[in-house]
Each structure stands twice: as structure tokens, then as C-alpha cells.
């Protein structure tokens, strides 16, 4: 069986970088809060070109943490989308707040600004689009319609893009605050969990390291309410050896998926659109395809593994049905039924995609005899 995610091979190419990274903690033991979580702070400030980068546990503390600093809390809502990993509504349920959903393009997947407008009321707290797949959402007009309304703040729930660009500026540097997760199989991973958070306001930054530290501004002072949210130093170390090839591996994800999307458009299969004002790091390859299940069965057949990004929308979980009714969002409720996600590592050869796109025009071949 081909590998959906290859991380086996990324880690014998750097394997004695993280090794040595590693080591250097063991040494010095300093488990939490040890400066390679500083450093790669630092590192990450730079390569945003942010303000601030706070690291934290995950990436859904990320957006946990950066809603608390905002003050959201019981009662308020906060825009955001249906189709994402539940996560996205999950922090602002634990807070208290109501996800409003608002639907979705239907050739990108990410979270449709147009509609965002009418969703706003007096108690809109912040709106969090998703950058989907590893393609940045509209930032500058969603970042628009938030000024038009008094500024409310936009977190980017950049967890999958990482890397990516929109019109000259990185993801998670896009927004009031930008969140984004370390999660193996994200575009850069660590070896469990981690997260960081992106601001260019000083008071947001201050909030939210004292959140992650249980809302402590120095030992034994509690300011603020706050979680244990803290990135392992192991973590952090593993993230600091990957950084070395990680411009590396984002110029070979975009090689691969620009690849995969000639090969799509030369048999005439719906893919999903990159649009020109900014790049994918194709955390995911996703298309859109019919009698998706027989699709499945015929390429596990084969040997070539798929995955499902997202098969039910937010608005249609049991724990957040009762928060819209499936009908306001009838894109995000159709392309559900349709996305499909091909396998997609920095490491695809040209060859392996060659058999990918075999088996695809085979497995649509079975699927279309009756």
C-alpha cells in the first residue's frame, strides 16, 4: 500500500538533526518552558514576519487561547465555517459562545465572504474562517467586512496552511490573530502535539502567555483565567530540526500539487481551484468526485490509499445540529458527499502520482459500469 502521508522518509533525512535537537534537551532537562521553545518562537516570528508567536499545546488550544484573550465568553457568537475539523466550533462551544456557519465556495471549500455580511448581529465577537486544505481563505475581503463593522477581530484557523501565501503576506500573519497546529501530518509537524498563535498587538500577545501558563503573569500571580497550554520543549526541539528543510519541502508540496492539478485537468476531473492572489502548501489533495464509497473501494483495491476531509459538516454533528439548520449551508452539505483526498506528502514521486492518476482513470472507469 502506498503511503497517504510520508513520514517515515522525512524523518531518515533529518534524522540525525532531530536526534541531536533531542539530545540537547535530554541534556539539559529543561522539559518545560526550555529555550528551544523561545527559539523556535523566534524562529517562527521570523519566518512570518509576525509580531508575536506564543507556541501552546495544539492546535486547538491555539484557538481556545486566542478566543479567551479576545474576552469571548457566553452569549457572544463567532462566525465561522461548517466544514472543517470540529475543532473550529468545539472552542467556541467550551467558551460559552454560538458558532454562526456561514456557507462555503464551492470551488475552494473555504468560508464564503460574501455571505459573512448578514450573519453579523450585536453580538458577532470575532469570525474565524479556516484556510482549507493549506489554501489561505480570502483574508483581505473577510478582513474588510470585519472593519465595516467596527473592527470586529478575525483569527485565521490556519492549522492546515502553514507556509502558505495570500497576495505577498504568510498564513497566520493575515488577521488579528493567526492559529495554526504542529500535528504530525500538518504541513510542518512535530512528533505529537503542538500549536502556536500569531498577533501583531501587544495586549493580545500578553493575554494570551498568560492564558497558556494558567493566566499567570509571573510565578504565583494569576491576572487572568487561564489553561495549562504549554508546547512540550521536546516539541519545540523536533520543530527547530524540521524548520532547516521545511522551505524545501513547502517549494516541493506546491511542485507536486501544481503536478497533480495538469494531470486532473488533462482527463477532466473537478479538482479544487487555487486562486492567483495566493499559494498552497496542499496540506491535503483534494477533488471532487460522484459514488465516492465505489471510488474508494476500487483505489483501495489497487493499493492506493484515500481519506474523507470532511464527510458531515459541523452543522449536521449530533452535539451542533441544534445550531443551524442543514439548509443554510447547502454547499458545505453537498461537497461533502463528494471530497476526496489523494495521497500528498512533500516526498510524492512523479512516478508514484503517475500510478495515483492510473488507478484514478481506473477506478472511475468501474465506478461509471453499471
Known amino acids: 500500500m502506498m503511503p497517504f502521508i510520508d513520514l517515515k522518509t522525512q524523518y531518515e533525512t533529518l534524522k540525525l538533526q532531530i536526534q541531536a535537537r533531542i539530545n540537547s534537551v535530554l541534556e539539559h532537562g529543561q ?86 455580511e448578514a450573519k453579523i448581529t450585536e453580538k458577532t465577537k470575532a469570525i474565524m474562517p479556516v484556510s482549507l486544505y493549506g489554501q489561505p481563505a480570502d483574508m483581505g475581503e473577510i478582513n474588510a467586512v470585519a472593519a465595516r463593522h467596527g473592527n470586529i477581530p478575525v483569527i485565521e484557523d490556519a492549522a492546515q496552511s502553514f507556509g502558505a501565501d495570500y497576495k505577498g503576506r504568510k498564513s497566520c500573519n493575515l488577521s488579528t490573530i493567526g492559529c495554526t497546529s504542529f500535528f504530525p501530518s500538518k504541513p510542518l509537524g512535530c512528533y505529537g502535539d503542538g500549536g502556536a498563535i500569531f498577533t501583531n498587538n501587544d495586549k493580545i500577545a500578553q493575554a494570551c502567555r498568560e492564558i497558556r501558563v494558567h493566566g499567570q ?83 483501495q483495491q489497487i493499493g492506493i490509499p484515500t481519506a474523507v476531509h470532511y464527510s458531515v459538516p459541523l452543522n449536521e454533528q449530533p452535539a451542533y445540529k441544534e445550531l443551524c439548520c442543514s439548509a443554510c449551508t447547502p454547499v458545505a452539505n453537498n461537497v461533502a458527499k463528494r471530497v476526496l483526498s489523494l495521497p500528498m506528502h512533500p516526498n510524492l514521486s512523479e512516478e508514484d502520482q503517475k500510478k495515483i492518476l492510473s488507478a484514478l482513470e481506473t477506478a472511475v472507469s468501474a465506478v461509471s459500469t453499471p
Not at 509580531?51 to 495544539?58: A, E, F, K, L, Q
Not at 487561547?65 to 479576545?70: E, Q, R, Y
Not at 532547516?244 to 479538482?271: A, C, H, K
Not at 477533488?287 to 465505489?294: H, P, S
Request: proline content about 2%.
Open 31 to 116: 522539559y518545560i518552558m526550555g529555550p528551544e521553545v523561545r527559539e523556535l518562537e523566534q524562529r517562527l516570528e521570523a519566518y512570518t514576519n509576525a509580531n508575536h508567536c506564543i507556541t501552546v499545546s495544539s492546535g486547538t488550544e491555539a484557538l481556545l487561547i486566542g478566543l479567551m484573550a479576545l474576552g469571548v465568553g457566553s452569549g457572544d457568537e463567532v462566525i465561522t465555517t461548517p466544514f472543517s475539523f470540529v475543532a473550529t466550533a468545539e472552542v467556541i462551544v467550551l467558551l460559552g459562545a454560538k458558532p454562526v456557519f456561514v456557507d462555503i465556495e464551492p470551488d475552494t471549500c473555504n468560508l464564503n465572504w460574501r455571505l459573512i
Open 217 to 299: 503573569s509571573k510565578r504565583y500571580v494569576h491576572t487572568r483565567i487561564g489553561i495549562g497550554g504549554r508546547m512540550d520543549t521536546l516539541q519545540c526541539a523536533i520543530l527547530l530540526a524540521k524548520l532547516e528543510s521545511f522551505e524545501q519541502e513547502v517549494v516541493n508540496r506546491i511542485t507536486i500539487g501544481e503536478r497533480y492539478n495538469r494531470m486532473l485537468d488533462s482527463i477532466d476531473f473537478t479538482r479544487l481551484v487555487q486562486r492567483d492572489s495566493r499559494t498552497s502548501v496542499y496540506a491535503q489533495y483534494t477533488v471532487l468526485c460522484e459514488d465516492r464509497e465505489r471510488l474508494r473501494e476500487t483505489f
